[in-house]
Nanobody, 127 residues
Framework: QVQLVESGGGLVQAGGSLRLSCAAS????????TGWFRQAPGKEREFVAA????????YHADSVKGRFTISRDNAKNTVYLQMNSLKPEDAGVYYC????????????????????WGQGTQVTVSS
């Protein structure tokens, strides 16, 4: 099991940028595929982006493709989500998730694909 703590959320104007971080502790973070999800009030949690344990493979939801970028630094046990050109519809609580995997190139894009979750960080985008 790995413990995940998100940070970097806040209030930003539409068109602005934020970088979220997800710091992991516990077992070797480089053994975990990770992902970002978000949940707006009254809506279901949705997939945003995923990255393989090696960092060599990434996948982004169509709604954020070209604006958001997921990356990781295994030496720092941290995953990042760089968010540019933010829109009001990007607002919500952003969650980091992780899953132990022995496949260095695999990623997961469903909620059920992950075992460990952080508490979330709030992102607010003003229009």
């Amino acid at each position: 099991q790995v413990q995940l703590v998100e940070s970097g959320g806040g209030l930003v104007q539409a068109g602005g940028s934020l970088r979220l971080s997800c710091a992991a502790s516990g077992r070797a973070f480089s053994s975990y595929a990770t992902g970002w999800f978000r949940q707006a009030p009254g809506k279901e949690r949705e997939f945003v982006a995923a990255i393989s344990r090696s960092g060599g493979t990434t996948y982004h939801a169509d709604s954020v493709k070209g604006r958001f970028t997921i990356s990781r630094d295994n030496a720092k046990n941290t995953v990042y989500l760089q968010m540019n050109s933010l829109k009001p519809e990007d607002a919500g609580v952003y969650y980091c998730a992780a899953r132990l995997t022995y496949n260095s190139g695999i990623y997961y894009y469903t909620i059920s694909g992950y075992d460990d979750w952080g508490q979330g960080t709030q992102v607010t985008v003003s229009s």
